[in-house]
């Protein structure tokens, strides 16, 4: 895990063109030193016994089953539409 000389907070924030104060560089790289000791500390947790999982709780697919079947045909579809020419719908210009 990087040490806290190798993650410098003000370095990075001229880069990112962020005007920080020295109090507020300060503060964050406290905050992004404790955030890295805990990272490392989680590092070192025994998870050898734990198996591995993507999620916290189990997935399950709850979508319909993948069948073919009829739809609505191009007059059903276009029934109830405000304009209409040539089977297709018509719809007001968006890009100009």
Do not use: C, G
Not at 49 to 78: G, K, S
């Amino acid at each position: 895990m990087a040490r806290s000389s190798d993650l410098d907070v003000a370095y990075v924030a001229r880069l990112a063109r962020i005007n920080l104060t020295e109090a507020e560089a300060k503060v964050f790289q406290k905050q992004l030193d404790d955030v890295l000791n805990y990272v490392e500390k989680l590092r070192q947790a025994d998870v050898s016994h734990v198996e591995t999982a993507a999620h916290a709780l189990p997935i399950f697919n709850v979508l319909r089953e993948d069948a073919p079947h009829d739809w609505f045909t191009a007059d059903q579809a276009l029934s109830n539409a405000p304009l209409k020419a040539n089977s297709l719908f018509i719809v007001p210009k968006v890009v100009e």
